[in-house]
């Protein structure tokens, strides 16, 4: 009789649990529950009120997150035949910063009848990017007040996190602020609906929400400055004491109990993130190896000993990742995403003839047409600005660029060349990480991309000159919850007791290595030269072409509707 | 009874044969003959010899020309059930530099048995362009010998023209050097056929042929610098004697009046080239303005009174267009081809189904959807050097740029912004045209493009701030050819004297015209501005990522025999 652990991964659609065996992380069963509501960016989901959302919203609701514990995790229970005493542990992730206003007693607003038809009760998604004027105050009220924190978020906040989204509700609805006892992530909120206690994770706090172990939150003179109703935020509805990664968030509730068909008591894990998740979970534990999780976009995390200043990453946070050391984020915001636009938007109807016509999958297609080129051989450049830069220029006012197109450019030629451009973004930023004292000697991958894309995995060795292995598990988010949730239940229970341990015995790594092949690095050595000058020359403000074309296309726009009525 | 001249306007493809009335131009008949070898790129149409092309070549067969002239010629007289004997003239144009080798006697070498399987004895076509080595050759010794000619063509003679050429025979093939007792335009070629007898025209001489009518060709000297065997040629192989545009190379010979069906001794004009022609028919015989022959390329062709130094344009010659005026030329090598290219390498699937659903063009559907937007709206800047640049850079190695994408960016706002690109690349020549003396005021549109897209002739006029004016015919050049066909037979035979007589009786324009709308132009000036900078950058050796990228290219592409063997 093995003992096992529960993971459940609260993805942007749907939500997946896992259950694993503690000794070897072997996957005994996975199931899959979609959002009912999924990504809310239209209107609110009772079509008799019939509320509309302005432009890039994106909502969720907290129903469908308690639907995951009522659904796949009893259905991961009955596919593997295990009973739920053998059950230690459970661990969860959701993307991040995904928050919400609640009650003092765990209820969402929105699940309130007062306040369901106010888009602000709703859980704000990380994609929500409707807080971006929230954002600006953030920064430049920082900027005014020289805020020391800055520099460990890469010197800009986001509109995604936090206290942009914070203060946006206080903005536009200040009676759901007021009614808001708790603001809170939304993987917070799932544990405390899983234990009845309310905890928080150092992880999120740290890298969404401004903390650190050594400096706190912002004082309340910066809060005030941003608008005198936020100075009290932290203390009236949010908890100063943070409980790092791996702790246990107490037992599962009775309640819990029944939605889960678990015993009650049993272990819950403190709250984490996706990516931060996976980071043992591709056996990371220690310092000079990366992870990158790719997908739409890509999150690069390392481990280090000491609290280094890199510029342009999402942040570092000490215990972030995993206890005792620094955990460094950094990101691409346009991988999967990329690829995805051009195939949509760029990709001719033969190729789609072909595709269907060999049964293949059109991504695939493109990938075999382009492993035939060689380096170099197409003669194009790209840079990977599509959807901004998120590391390590930290400007989402920045687009992307196609250079070198003949007569003869193939799309499988334009297609490889956003691949590699995606992998020059990496080599910045891998490079920015060393030349600042992270070491970063491999790289593993995982995340849809790295399963699926050999050709990739490849390109982005020669391009790093960094050897890429990619993580065992092909639910690599679950896996690692599952591991936490094994160390929250403890060796004595049979888990583990430390990450480190949980990654020895249940983190792996796929066979196959993708070395860098000398004589392609050494072309793109020169690609990524030419490559590395155009970054600075459009991105770090020697040609503002960027900036020009974004102002007039925002003009034209906005003139738009005055046209129409005219 | 009416007074009629005929025009055959011999295209890449196929020739054109068209019936006007030279009291008014109005057009009778028309009739196009599609060449049966069309270009010979891969192989010579003799499949017992089986003798295949090396890569950059493109041969015709000048049987082909013949047959136009026995069918297309007779095809417009029957179906205009006009006489032979009120046919008072006949004029042609062909593309240029298009040449071949021939005997004394007017014989294609192509025409000899003994020759039929030498690539070397077939009419070399304008777009041949194997002949890179020897302009290089042709280039890097005049710049040793420091040439007074170069600057009139833009400081650079092409791969496309006479003498490069004529060198490649001379190095490649000595044997049809030797045998070819004329090298010769095709264009003067088929008048030789049409008349039996040899006369050379000014206007190819100047554009392709390093002649001017002050200095005539290069000296002996130079030739023999190139290679002694070429010291010879202008005297061995061609003729000093050249004829303006508008004369009268001789009356139909028996034999070409049997091809035909006109009359013996019918007025045949001198040879004449298809853009240049285009310009009288144009309505053009003055400066000021600028006629614009709008395909897969476009020429730009504008009068000067005086001889003026203007860089990057393709040549200036005394009495090349309109004889008593300087004409000059400038070239845009991608414009056409550049909308042809997206549509086959980048239109989605999605565009194809709505085009047949409809019953559209795809170009009519992506300019309807283009047309929506506001100037500025898709944050794109291109530049238009797919195919390099020819006026006003002259560099065949710079390639295409797409600047500003997005994850939101369309197919349409793409190709709105290639349009928008080859507008910029008028703008160039037009500003350089003026900042060197030769003004040009208003701007005549003629060929495919322009008869079939306000959209696109729209967007010139906002880019460059002038009118477009759009040709009366939609076969301008071959109405050209006919107006100098009536000007050979003169007043007296019932033609008419000059070629502004010509023009002012025989062309016209479109009602249409095509204004600068100020609110566009003032986006546009901004978008312009962005375009010049990225265009001298990149252009004229600020960043030489092209050349980089090029040269990668170039390696890869030479590497490839060699990994496949290995």
């Known amino acids: 009789m093995g ?20 000794a070897d992380g072997a996957q005994l069963a996975t199931a899959v529950e979609p959002y009912r509501n999924g990504v809310i960016d239209e209107r609110l989901p009772y079509p008799d009120q019939n509320v509309t959302l302005p432009p890039d919203w994106a909502l969720q609701d907290p129903e469908d997150y308690l639907r995951v514990l009522q659904t796949a995790v009893p259905e991961v229970l009955r596919l593997a035949g295990v009973r739920a005493a053998d059950v230690i542990g459970i661990g969860i992730d959701v993307t991040s910063c995904t928050m919400l206003p609640a009650t003092a007693d765990g209820t969402a607003l929105s699940q309130l009848p007062a306040f369901r038809s106010n888009p602000h009760a709703w859980v704000k998604l990380w994609k929500h990017h409707a807080a971006q004027p929230d954002a ?5 009220v920082a900027a005014e007040t020289g805020e020391p924190w800055l520099d460990r978020y890469g010197g800009k906040i986001s509109s995604e996190w936090f206290f942009s989204k914070a203060l946006q509700i206080l903005d536009e609805a200040p009676e759901v602020y007021a009614a808001a006892d708790r603001l809170i992530e939304a993987t917070d909120w799932i544990v405390w609906r899983l234990t ?5 994770n150092a992880c999120t706090a740290g ?3 401004i903390w650190s172990k050594r400096d706190g939150f912002p004082d309340a003179a910066y809060f005030a400055a941003l608008d005198p109703r936020l100075a009290d935020v932290v203390d009236t509805r949010m908890r100063r004491d ?35 998740v996976a980071v043992p979970a591709a056996t990371v534990t220690e310092p000079g190896r990366m ?14 000993k000491d609290e280094r200043t890199v510029p342009g990453m999402c942040g570092v946070v000490e215990d972030g990742i995993i206890p005792g050391y620094f955990g460094y984020e950094a990101g691409q915001s346009c991988v999967g995403d990329h690829f995805e636009w051009f195939v949509d938007q760029g990709l001719p109807e033969p190729y789609h003839d072909e595709a269907r016509s060999r049964g293949m999958d059109l991504h695939a297609l493109l990938q075999e047409k382009a492993a035939r080129q060689r380096v170099g051989e197409s003669g194009l450049l790209a840079l990977d600005w599509w959807n901004g830069n ?11 660029v196609l250079i070198g197109a003949t007569l003869a450019t193939t799309p499988e030629e334009i297609y490889r060349a956003l691949i590699e451009a995606t992998a020059y973004g990496t080599r910045v930023i891998v490079d920015t990480f060393e030349a600042n004292g992270v070491p970063i000697n491999e790289i593993v991958a995982c995340g849809g991309l790295a399963e699926k894309s050999p050709l990739i995995l490849q390109i982005y060795a020669d391009v790093t000159g960094r050897t890429f292995r990619v993580s065992g598990s092909d639910q690599t988010p679950a896996l690692g919850s599952a591991m936490f949730g094994a160390v929250a239940a403890g060796a004595e229970a049979g888990g583990h007791d430390t990450i480190e341990d949980a990654a020895r015995a249940m983190a792996s790594l796929k066979d196959e290595a993708y070395r860098p092949n000398p004589s392609n690095q050494e072309t793109y050595d020169v690609l990524y030269g030419e490559y590395l000058r155009l970054h600075d020359l459009f991105g770090r403000g020697g040609d503002d072409v960027m900036k020009v074309l974004r102002r007039l296309r925002d003009e034209a726009k906005s003139a738009r509707p005055i046209a129409v009525e005219a």
């Open 3 to 22: 003992s096992y652990a529960l993971g459940v991964d609260f993805g942007t659609g749907s939500g997946r649990a896992v259950l694993v065996d503690v």
């Open 136 to 140: 600006d105050r953030i920064n430049q």
């Open 196 to 200: 009845g206690v309310e905890t928080r």
């Open 207 to 209: 890298y969404k929400a």
């Open 242 to 276: 943070l409980l790092p990664a791996g702790a246990r968030a107490g037992g599962l509730s009775p309640e819990a109990a029944l939605w889960t068909g678990l015993l009650p008591g049993t272990a819950v894990a403190v709250a984490n993130v996706d990516a931060h």
């Open 291 to 304: 992870v990158m999780i790719m997908g739409t976009s890509t999150c690069h995390m390392v481990l280090g």
């Open 390 to 400: 998120r590391s390590v220029l930290v400007d989402a006012g920045l687009s992307g």
